[in-house]
């Protein structure tokens, strides 16, 4: 087992989490069972599923849950997409939401190729 703390991604997700919280806070009240919801359980869903596969016996199963990470991260960046599209978030917000949903995407996929290269 590995700790996800130790994890460059997880730690950059969990900050994104914080933000996306603070960001979605100033959404209208309406869309609060609605998209914030839904943007609040994707972007969560990001470094909980790194350190539920950190917890896990196996490299392979690891593997599985940063894809799961992954798809979330994926999910983010189209819900930030269409907030932005809403005008929920302003230009720079969306810009800033989206490159760090970026980098750590790519870093998910660098990290599952290297855990895949060593099984």
Wanted: proline share 2%.
């Amino acid at each position: 087992m590995v700790d996800y703390r130790n994890y460059k991604v997880w730690q950059k997700a969990h900050l994104m989490v914080i933000e996306v919280y603070q960001t979605t806070d100033a959404f209208p009240k309406k869309e609060q069972f609605g998209l914030v919801s839904q943007i609040n359980r994707a972007v969560i869903s990001i470094p909980t599923n790194i350190a539920e596969g950190c917890g896990r016996e196996t490299q392979k199963e690891l593997t599985r849950f940063l894809y799961i990470s992954s798809g979330s991260a994926h999910e983010l960046e189209y819900l930030i997409m269409l907030s932005k599209e809403l005008n929920f978030i302003n230009d720079e917000q969306f810009s800033n939401l989206s490159s760090k949903i970026e980098e750590i995407k790519k870093m998910l996929a660098s990290l599952i190729k290297k855990i895949k290269q060593d099984l």
